[in-house]
């Protein structure tokens, strides 16, 4: 799981990815793959430049909900984000990063729904030696979720979960289900707590919103 960041004059946006891959060792190329729709790809093919950062397995849902599930068209993501420049003029996170690539675009293949960046490794660091977020990680032990926005996400993923329960209430803006069969056990919420009787500062464990961006499912 990474942080994508990028910049549009002085403006700068970053989303949350998870196809990331090195393609060659001589130069050191990256290939990250953006949903055309984001500002993110916007802003990459206006600057030419992207960084990407490594999140650790520790980090915050709602620091993976700030950047995976809102849009910066409406909202500055980094408003509460520690962050440093890189030589690349882009921000790099700095808050459950465990390492970044700071790139220089040099390809991209339109793929669909999505753009295939390629980047030559223009400086990196590593920030930690803690073990990196992978998606399995990230949807296995921490329960998290795709956005539509997502290479691989299918509708499946999230309406199939617990099907034929009773009083599910839905994520509006992340899909997440709560169930009162499921409680949030990582947040202190035992099975067998109904949604209203959730305490009211209770926030979504995917994206990190607030109980009334949730709906009874029918
Ligand atoms: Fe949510």
Known sequence: MYILTSKNEDRVNGQIVNAVLQLTSEPITIGVCVNQNNLTHEFIEKSRVFTISVLSEDA????IGNFGYKSGRDTDKFEEISCSTGENRCPTVLDSVVACLELELI????????????????????????NPMTYAYYHNVRGGRSPKSAPHYVEADIRTEGAGRMNRHVCKVCGYVYTPE???ED????????????????????????????????
């Open 187 to 218: 947040a202190g919420i035992k099975p067998g707590t109904v949604f209203e009787d959730l305490p009211d500062d209770w926030i979504c464990p995917t994206c990190g919103v607030s109980k009334d961006e949730f709906e009874k499912q029918e």
């Open 107 to 130: 390809s991209q293949m339109d793929m669909g729904s999505h753009t295939l960046f390629v980047g030559k490794v223009v400086n990196g660091d590593i920030l930690s030696d803690e």
């Open 182 to 184: 499921e409680g949030d």
């Open 60 to 63: 915050p849902m709602n620091l």
